[in-house]
């Protein structure tokens, strides 16, 4: 089975600052990663995806995060925070040959200060 | 592109009633779809997988019969939310599989669904 931890519910930082959304998954196999942004009463966009590829990996938005299968880890970062950054993030594994259903984490909700 | 439409993007019901939530594909041909249920600042959980021509997999401890998954055609897969009680409200978010070219097939997401039972 797998699952993914997203350490901290609530993140705050203020404007112009670094992001950095951390993310742990367990998966049994070789997974596919992801990290989803929605804004409120909306759906959710596709910020970046971890395929087997380059392991850093950059987004929209001037989002990126780095795949460390050491650690399980695919933390998502943005060196400088804008306020239209606001929203809540939910990082997502996936297998690869599988059903490609998608296991979310528990979001994080991003909160940007002036 | 690859653009998911629902509709409707609200809606309102009483007790006992039931309501159909329509996930279209604009842009793509979809022969899976997934529908999510997420509650107040929660996440999203997968609820069922529907196929088109065939029937829909439910994930474990989603009722059947209660949430009704049509995927008719290519473009089109409904929910139904049958006797709806106060309890099923929630906001449900449909997603799209588009077949691609490399080794991962992307899930693109509608704008969700809010529904309100009274």
């Known amino acids: 089975a797998q699952s993914v931890t997203q350490l901290g519910s609530h993140v705050s930082v203020s404007e112009g600052a670094l992001v950095l959304l951390r993310c742990n998954y367990s998966?049994?196999?070789?997974?596919?990663l992801f990290w989803y942004v929605q804004y409120p009463n909306q759906g959710l966009q596709l910020l970046l995806k971890?395929?087997?590829?380059?392991?850093l990996v950059k987004g929209i938005n001037g989002f990126e995060a780095e795949f460390k299968k050491s650690e399980t880890s695919f933390h998502l970062t943005k060196p400088s925070a804008h306020m239209s950054d606001a929203a809540e993030y939910f990082c997502a594994v996936s297998t690869q040959g599988g059903s490609e259903k998608l296991v979310f984490g528990k979001g994080t909700k991003l909160t940007v200060n002036p | 592109g690859a653009v998911v439409s629902q509709h409707p993007s609200w809606v309102i019901c009483k007790s006992g009633t039931s309501v159909k939530i329509e996930c279209r594909s604009l842009d793509f041909q979809a022969t899976t779809m997934f529908w999510y249920r997420q509650f107040p600042k929660q996440s999203l959980m997968l609820m069922a997988t529907s196929n088109e021509g065939s029937k829909a997999t439910y994930e474990q401890g989603v009722e059947k019969d209660k949430f009704l998954i049509n995927h008719a055609s290519l473009t089109l897969s409904t929910l139904t939310v049958t006797s709806a009680h106060p309890e099923d409200s929630s906001f449900y978010i449909c997603s799209a599989r588009k077949i691609g070219t490399g080794d991962y097939n992307e899930q693109f997401f509608g704008p969700g669904t809010r529904l309100t039972v009274l």
């Open positions: 998966s049994s196999v070789p997974p596919y």
């Open positions: 971890y395929t087997s590829a380059a392991t």
